[in-house]
């Protein structure tokens, strides 16, 4: 599958990105007018992210959590921070459809594993690491199988049995999962928490 991972997966990524970017503009355009009054006029997310082979890029969301810290001058939980229009476009899965955006620019593909953090980085072990030899997607392997409901440890062993077993079949397979999914709503938050609690490493 070197022949789809290094070229058919990036032309058929940028060519799904730019019609549905197209056939979504009334839902950006509306999106972006709502979540920039409910946060001050800055509606969308950019936060420094890994791709493949660890090339770091920003990754581009819709903002669904305001700024409000505490007395200390401390950003308060994201259960807090999310706002009513944010808690919509993030259970409906709105907030992702920006980072189409990224795949044009050939940052991330359709289905992949999710860029986490940068900080992680440090954290992972040498099988996690292998999550970065193909590029971030939308949605991935680990998304459709529990998405923030499930561990850490079952959300890295997800990506790399999708980065061993990667082929336009699997991605098409993921594609149609992710529509059901977000259709039901399903694994949108790790329990008690609002998105999914950090990465503390395997020790």
Same mark, same amino acid.
């Given at each position: 599958?070197?022949?789809?991972?290094?070229?058919?997966?990036?032309?058929?990524?940028?060519?799904?990105?730019?019609?549905?970017?197209?056939?979504?503009?009334?839902?950006?355009? @509306? $999106?972006?007018?709502? =979540?920039?009054?409910? &946060?001050?006029?800055?509606?969308?997310?950019?936060?420094? *992210? /890994? !791709?493949?082979?660890?090339?770091?890029?920003?990754?581009?969301?819709?903002?669904?959590?305001?700024?409000?810290?505490?007395?200390?001058?401390?950003?308060?939980?994201?259960?807090?921070?999310?706002?009513?229009?944010?808690?919509?476009?993030?259970?409906?899965?709105?907030?992702?459809?920006?980072?189409?955006?990224?795949?044009?620019?050939?940052?991330?593909?359709?289905?992949?594993?999710?860029? @986490? $953090?940068?900080?992680? =980085?440090?954290?992972? &072990?040498?099988?996690?690491?292998?999550?970065?030899?193909? *590029? /971030? !997607?939308?949605?991935?392997?680990?998304?459709?199988?529990?998405?923030?409901?499930?561990?850490?440890?079952?959300?890295?062993?997800?990506?790399?049995?999708?980065?061993?077993?990667?082929?336009?079949?699997?991605?098409?397979?993921?594609?149609?999962?992710?529509?059901?999914?977000?259709?039901?709503?399903?694994?949108?938050?790790?329990?008690?928490?609002?998105?999914?609690?950090?990465?503390?490493?395997?020790?």
């Amino acid at each position: 599958m070197h022949w789809y991972k290094n070229i058919g997966k990036p032309l058929q990524d940028g060519l799904i990105a730019l019609i549905a970017l197209l056939l979504l503009a009334p839902v950006l355009l @509306l $999106l972006t007018l709502l =979540l920039a009054v409910a &946060n001050n006029g800055k509606p969308f997310f950019l936060q420094p *992210r /890994p !791709g493949r082979n660890r090339r770091i890029f920003r990754v581009i969301k819709f903002k669904t959590m305001n700024d409000r810290k505490d007395a200390g001058g401390q950003l308060l939980p994201d259960e807090i921070r999310l706002t009513p229009i944010g808690r919509f476009v993030r259970k409906t899965s709105l907030d992702e459809i920006p980072q189409l955006i990224n795949v044009l620019k050939g940052d991330m593909s359709l289905v992949g594993p999710r860029p @986490l $953090l940068v900080d992680y =980085l440090p954290l992972y &072990n040498e099988t996690q690491l292998r999550r970065h030899e193909v *590029r /971030p !997607g939308i949605t991935g392997w680990a998304q459709v199988n529990g998405r923030n409901a499930i561990s850490w440890q079952q959300k890295f062993e997800y990506d790399v049995w999708y980065v061993n077993h990667l082929s336009p079949a699997l991605d098409w397979k993921i594609l149609g999962m992710t529509v059901q999914k977000v259709l039901k709503s399903e694994g949108i938050s790790a329990a008690n928490v609002a998105t999914m609690e950090r990465f503390m490493g395997n020790g």
